[in-house]
């Protein structure tokens, strides 16, 4: 009788130590949930990539790349200035990273359904157009 007593009282154990483990790991899983949200607010340059069961297949790419004066803004321009240009397949998502004085940084994010033409330059090879929503 102690034999089945003792194998119940492990097994009952066990149980107990699993449904603790649970409610750990379901709280671990709201808990990254919650930083990843507020990474999403967050520098996309530092902001680490979302945790997923399976490797990406496309991973971020990332490009220093100038903003061609004629196209952007000349009053807040000025002169050309270097970007940082992000482009996750996946997730779908292209941001445009300035780093400004003091080490600030400014950022644009626009999702795949904003952009409506890549179009590339037929002579100049490195150049890019891009044609957003509005």
Do not use: C
Not at 2 to 30: N, P, Y
Not at 73 to 92: M, N, P, R, W
């Amino acid at each position: 009788q102690t034999a089945g007593q003792t194998g119940e009282q492990e097994l009952e154990s066990l149980v107990l130590k699993l449904s603790v483990l649970k409610d750990f790991l379901s709280s671990i899983e709201k808990k990254a949930l919650k930083a990843l949200q507020e990474m999403s607010s967050a520098t996309p340059a530092t902001a680490p990539q979302p945790l997923s069961r399976k490797a990406k297949s496309i991973p971020v790419q990332t490009f220093e790349v100038k903003l061609d004066i004629t196209l952007g803004d000349l009053t807040k321009i000025g002169k050309s200035q270097k970007y940082t240009l992000s482009v996750d397949v996946e997730g779908g998502k292209l941001v445009v990273l300035k780093k400004q004085k003091d080490s600030q940084e400014d950022w644009n994010t626009f999702t795949h359904d904003k952009i409506r033409q890549l179009i590339k330059s037929q002579r100049v090879q490195n150049k890019l157009g891009i044609v957003f929503e509005k």
